[in-house]
């Protein structure tokens, strides 16, 4: 059994494919080809914002939106202390400040009591300014964007999406990607959305930050291809990944995000009443699109335990994450401003179990009795 089978998706889709590719090839148009343009504009009809622009990956994504924001030296910047390590060193990358903000326990991202707390001590010491969030749709499900948006708008500060793992996520109708001020997304392979290499993308409303993005994508080129405008970044989505996006896109459109939010609904009612497990919760009024399905143990060694015993039956597991932002090497000399004990109990006692669209039913049966058999050796 694979964690996340794109192979069994490839053969699904293999036909559309290695169509796409081959197209591209005999194209010769290899760089910002027609694919790129008619996937931006399916990208942000889908999605519901007036602009998509592709790029090299989900961290260019996020650096293309701070650079736009002008946000540099002397910002400060809150980011979730449990995420993946790009959300917050593209923050240092820019030479602004990353602030680590806690989690909710039961939905993994960013709880906006610590972000209140975070804004507070930072405003206090009166050395940063406090410029922006970014929230993170951690595991696929959408961050708590009315909260946020109300905290954001009360304290004047920016609001960025970290989409990377929350494609095809909705609060009500809206669908991720389109919350705050600008959003950001991966398609590296095992996102929800992925392709076959790297490669991002940037989405927004406003005109102006639209254009800018275009050119910062460009080496910050001007009207003309040797006027460069800005100090920018070579970051565009190659036109074979944007080829196999316009395929993937209609697959996850017409039938892989109702697959797997079945796969999770059926894991869910499978280990529902398991002692000692606490089952990934989606509030009312949201869908994740299931990025991860994450268990939450009782402590470390029932987690450790819980992961020996998978991985002795050959069904593999993940730790996701095993340490928060704040205990990185990276940001030991960045300053801690308020502590975040719910993100480090996480860090102890998640374990992220296999899902993808192309989940078998009896595969998913199979886990879910060697979790319980891992928590009643006897039945
Ligand atoms: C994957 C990921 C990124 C970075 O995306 P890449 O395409 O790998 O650069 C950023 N933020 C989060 C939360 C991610 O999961």
């Known amino acids: 059994m694979q964690f996340r089978d794109l192979q069994r998706q490839y053969l699904a889709l293999k036909e559309e494919i290695d169509q796409a590719l081959c197209a591209t090839a005999a194209s010769g148009r290899y760089i910002m080809g027609n694919a790129v343009a008619i996937l931006e504009e399916e990208l942000a009809r889908y999605v519901g914002v007036r602009h998509c622009i592709t790029c090299a990956n989900g961290t260019d994504a996020l650096t293309l939106a701070l650079k736009t924001l002008n946000i540099g030296a002397g910002d400060a910047v809150f980011v979730p202390d449990f995420t993946f390590f790009a959300t917050a060193e593209v923050v240092a990358l820019e030479g602004a400040t990353p602030i680590f903000v806690d989690v909710c326990e039961d939905t993994f991202n960013i709880s906006a009591t610590s972000l209140e707390e975070a804004i507070k001590a930072v405003e206090q010491e009166g050395v940063l300014s406090p410029r922006a969030i970014i929230a993170v749709d951690l595991f696929g499900q959408p961050a708590d964007y009315p909260a946020l948006s109300e905290i954001a708008r009360r304290h004047k500060l920016l609001l960025i999406e970290d989409g990377a793992q929350g494609f095809g996520g909705t609060i009500g109708k809206q669908r991720a990607c389109s919350f705050g001020d600008i959003a950001t997304t991966s398609f590296f ?84 009443d398991i002692d000692g497990i606490a089952l990934p919760n989606v509030p009312e009024g949201y869908g994740s699109s299931w990025a991860q399905y994450t268990l939450r143990l009782e402590s470390e060694t029932q987690r450790d335990t819980l992961k020996e015993n998978l991985a002795k039956a050959e069904i593999p597991s993940m730790i996701y994450y095993p340490r928060t932002l704040s205990e990185q090497t990276a940001f030991a000399k960045t300053k801690k401003y308020i502590t975040t004990p719910t993100a480090h109990r996480l860090t102890k006692t998640v374990l992220s179990i296999p899902i993808h669209p192309y989940i078998k039913k009896e595969e998913i049966k199979e886990v879910a009795e060697k979790i319980q058999r891992s928590f009643h050796p006897a039945v």
């Open 189 to 272: 392979p095992a996102k929800p959305l992925g392709c076959y290499g790297d490669g991002g993308a940037v989405f927004t409303n406003n005109n102006q930050w639209a254009e800018t993005i275009r050119s910062l994508r460009l080496h910050g080129r001007g009207v003309e291809k040797y006027d460069n405008q800005r100090i920018g970044l070579n970051s565009r989505l190659d036109t074979i990944q944007a080829a196999i996006l316009q395929v993937k896109l209609k697959a996850f459109i017409q039938h892989e995000l109702t697959d797997i939010q079945t796969a999770a609904e059926r894991y869910s009612s499978l280990l529902k």
